[in-house]
């Protein structure tokens, strides 16, 4: 499809979709969930997905789809580590949307097709999201100093995607300090 001249889908072979931005990260963050078996995250993508659930021989190419099917891009990288979190980068991407866009993220009628989102997001023009994503993609070699790897080290601890268990014990260690906070 060519978004410049075809409406946006809104359907996947039939079944209609939801097509908000909104749902499509709840969805990248139920497939990234390690609390979830492979099968449980594909079901409950699906559910967010469809209004009514399509055949399961449908289920794995739909979800390609509609996460990829905005790219036309023919790029496959070539390291499984992610460069980007919805979750670490919430602010970084609301103060990019708003700063270059004019969308607030925040306000809760901003409705968006999520290829939309996705085509907007991967143009970002430089902008603390796509400094830090630059840091987490960035490779050493031969040809740097000593202190260029060390400080390119300690940026990429600073920014590292976190585990879950790592902001679940986060979380517990800030409602730790609210109850000691409540409790003063």
Not at 5 to 31: F, H, M, V
Not at 42 to 65: H, S, V
Not at 121 to 142: G, M
Request: hydrophobic share 35%.
């Amino acid at each position: 499809m060519n978004a410049l001249y075809e409406a946006l889908p809104c359907e996947y072979e039939g079944y209609k979709i939801d097509t908000s931005y909104q749902t499509a990260i709840q969805i990248q963050e139920i497939l990234e969930s390690s609390e979830l078996t492979d099968y449980e995250a594909l079901e409950m993508a699906i559910d967010y997905l469809f209004e009514i659930k399509p055949p399961k021989e449908m289920w794995m190419n739909a979800l390609t789809w509609w996460l990829n099917g905005w790219s036309h891009d023919t790029y496959i990288g070539d390291d499984d580590e992610p460069v980007s979190n919805f979750y670490q980068d919430q602010w970084r991407l609301i103060s990019a949307f708003r700063s270059q866009y004019g969308i607030d993220l925040t306000n809760p009628t901003t409705d968006m097709h999520w290829w939309l989102f996705a085509g907007l997001l991967s143009t970002l023009n430089e902008c603390a999201y796509t400094r830090v994503c630059d840091i987490r993609a960035k490779k050493l070699d031969s040809s740097m100093n000593a202190e260029e790897k060390a400080n390119i080290n300690r940026l990429k601890r600073m920014y590292r995607i976190q585990s879950d268990g790592e902001k679940e014990a986060i979380e517990n260690e800030k409602t730790e300090i609210l109850k000691i906070l409540d409790g003063a």
